[in-house]
């Protein structure tokens, strides 16, 4: 009876084996160097020794929803491999004699490869278990030369953005920024400066805030940076409020020069018009001069009869008409004196810059004397010190001389 509890018990247990197998993977992430060549593990504990195994290898996209992409199917039966398009020619399986291993090789790694790499194994009769597992590729690549721009004017009061972004980079890389002087001196950051994903957000610039900019962009392989040089400058005007100024200064040119042409045009009108008034004035004042009186009345020679007028009339009108004439002639007078006095006021400052001209002159010649004279003093000076210095000389022979003795005779005259 106990052997019989045995065996049942034992059967029981290798049926509930049936069904166990284990798929792992030992670590969930794994990397490699762009262009390199990377072995992915995938261990295969099946219960018992299995008659077929079918490993297969796929990926999947980081991105959710996308589709998965297989890589090669293992087939243990006839040790046949089939290869998925994308990863012919660059995947291979390598596979142990009792199968408990099927690593994936893939080589000449590239940035699409960045994905998940699920290892599946299917056995027959063996359905439970996990027959599955995954891990993540990681293709490392060293960030590409990031590229600095400005967005927005650098002009005074302006708000900007500085973006620095590089092409390549797994993983991601991380932006820092630094900011130097115009002398190359390191200082800080501006007052409200934000810093996000390579983005720089700079408010109100001002002249300050002109210098360099370096950005660096870092991942675990390696660092690229770029430089960018901002000069803020005043606000400038735009084309069309440029060209508005200069139509509107040309327009104010053209309007002046009218008016300065039209006032022009008017004095000569007005010159010629009094130069012709006068003339007629004299005319009639001739005209009527001339004009005969018989018998105390004026002949009149304009009319086609000879009848004689009103003797009254006639002197009325020839009174009217000399009257005019002195306004006139007093009103021309009074124009001429008034000429006359600009006239005089233009000569008497003519005269007193003549005059000016005239003291700046004399001034001129005393100082020229004064100058003669200091040159004859020093003449006379020089003159002096020669003088002394050879009456000098000349004492100094008397002093070398020896003394003349006491018993000398005296010279004697020879005209005596």
């Known amino acids: 009876m ?13 049926l509930s084996g049936v069904g166990a197998v284990v798929v792992s993977i030992p670590q969930p992430l794994y990397e490699v160097a762009r262009g390199k060549s990377v072995t992915l593990p995938c261990n295969i504990k099946p219960q018992g020794i299995p008659k077929q195994i079918i490993v297969t290898w796929s990926t999947v996209a980081l991105t959710p929803g996308t589709q998965e992409d297989d890589v090669l199917t293992y087939y243990s039966t006839d040790k046949t491999t089939d290869f998925g398009s994308l990863y012919e020619g660059r995947a291979n399986v390598e596979v142990d004699a009792t199968t408990t291993n099927a690593n994936l090789v893939l080589s000449s790694t590239t940035l699409d490869d960045n994905k998940n790499f699920q290892c599946h194994a299917l056995i027959q009769g063996d359905i439970k278990g996990t027959p599955m597992a995954s891990t993540r590729l990681v293709v490392l690549v060293a960030p590409s030369t990031p590229t600095c721009m400005t967005q927005g004017k650098a002009e005074y009061g302006q708000n900007i953005n500085l973006t620095c972004v590089s092409q390549e980079g797994s993983p991601p890389p991380s932006y820092t920024w630094k900011t130097q002087d115009v002398m190359n001196n390191p200082r800080a950051f501006p007052p409200k400066t934000t810093d996000q994903g390579g983005i720089m957000s700079l408010y109100n610039i001002s002249k300050e805030t002109s210098g360099f900019f370096i950005c660096t962009s870092t991942n675990k392989i390696g660092s690229a940076s770029c430089n960018l040089t901002l000069a803020v400058m ?4 735009n084309i069309a409020s440029t060209a508005g100024i200069i139509g509107g200064v040309i327009a104010a040119l053209i309007v002046l020069i009218i008016v300065i042409y039209c006032c022009c045009c008017r004095k000569k009108e007005k010159d010629e018009e009094y130069d012709m008034g006068v003339r007629e004035e004299e ?25 004689v007028r009103n003797p009254v009339e006639q002197s009325e009108r020839n009174y009217k008409n000399r009257k005019d004439l002195d306004d006139r002639r007093s009103d021309y007078d009074d124009r001429r004196s008034d000429y006359d ?14 005059d000016r001209r005239s003291d700046y002159t004399d001034r001129r010649e005393r100082y020229t004397d004064r100058n003669e004279r200091y040159d ?11 003088r002394s210095n050879d009456d000098d000389r000349y004492d100094d022979r008397n002093r070398d001389r020896p003394a ?13």
């Open 2 to 14: 106990e052997r019989r509890m045995s065996t049942l018990t034992m059967l029981l247990l290798v």
């Open 234 to 237: 005043p606000p400038s005007m």
């Open 283 to 307: 005319e009639e004042e001739r005209e009527t001069v001339k004009e005969p009186l018989r018998n105390g009345v004026p002949e009149d020679t304009r009319g086609s009869d000879s009848s």
């Open 341 to 354: 006095d600009r006239r005089s006021d233009y000569d008497d400052r003519r005269s007193d810059y003549d």
């Open 376 to 386: 004859d003093d020093r003449r006379y000076d020089d003159r002096r010190d020669r």
């Open 404 to 416: 003349v003795p006491a018993n000398k005779p005296p010279r004697r005259d020879n005209h005596d």
